[in-house]
């Protein structure tokens, strides 16, 4: 999808571009003793321009709703994972030593190897890099339990994720360098942020990101409140989730 999304980009661009080239050249010969011919060619050509760029506009605009389409029935297929980060590998850890940590970690006690189907780490192997443990659990009211309780991590040296696609990753990125690490968080791969009135945002692509930046000087953004945990999880018990 990805792909189709630049292949429309540069067909649009290339299109741009002849079009401009032939609009100079048409310019060019218009004082001509043909000008009439010229005159209704340029009438054609106008024509034409409008037609194709109406296409391609259309076509990209199909292309973004495909694309977000995709992205929220991949993100929905993620609503079961989480991503653990920080924790040292070793030869001997098992799904079963993992669920046993975040068990005990997270005062969960229903998290058990038998509650998780997937357990695995993520990436390439590394000496320098410690890589995340993917773990998929079998219920998604077990998931958003142990969601919950990742405060009781805080000092540990490991965090929990949610598990976003590569776009919703990106876009969360950029909203944590323009807001701050503390006034951004996800809920069920939607991303919301404590802009500068004080109030929550849903994101939900880069304008909401370029927007803020456009309308908040860069001294003014360093200012912005830092909400605290407890009104940080308040608001996100706002958002409704469903569980299968």
């Known amino acids: 999808m990805e792909e189709l999304r630049k292949t429309v980009s540069d067909v649009s661009e290339l299109f741009t571009s002849k079009m401009e080239q032939f609009q100079q050249r048409l310019d060019n010969v218009s004082g001509t003793p043909s000008s009439q011919g010229n005159n209704l060619l340029a009438t054609e050509f106008e024509a034409f321009k409008s037609s194709i760029l109406f296409c391609l506009q259309n076509l990209q605009v199909q292309v973004e709703m495909l694309y977000k389409l995709q992205d929220d029935l991949e993100m929905r297929s993620r609503r079961k994972f989480l991503l653990l980060h ?35 780490r993520l990436g390439i192997k590394r000496a320098a ?51 701050g690490v503390s006034s951004c968080w996800t809920r069920d791969g939607n991303i919301f942020a404590i802009r500068s009135d004080g109030e929550r945002h849903r994101i939900s692509d880069k304008k909401d990101v370029d927007g803020a930046v456009a309308s908040v000087p860069a001294s003014a953004s360093a200012q912005l409140p830092q909400p605290s945990q407890q009104s940080k999880d308040k608001g996100r018990k706002k958002v409704p989730t469903k569980d299968q």
């Not at 850890?93 to 357990?119: F, G, H, Q, T, Y």
């Not at 949610?162 to 909203?175: D, G, V």
């Open 129 to 179: 890099k410690t890589r995340p443990v993917l773990i998929k659990f079998r219920q998604h009211q077990l998931k958003e339990q142990v969601w919950s309780s990742k405060t009781h991590l805080k000092g540990t040296g490991i965090t929990l994720s949610e598990f976003l696609t590569k776009s919703r990753h990106n876009l969360f990125m950029a909203a944590r360098r323009q807001f």
């Open 86 to 120: 920080g924790v040292m590998e070793s030869k001997d850890e098992s799904p079963s030593s993992i669920a046993k940590m975040l068990s005990v970690l997270l005062k969960c006690p229903d998290v058990s190897a038998d509650s998780i189907s997937r357990c695995h």
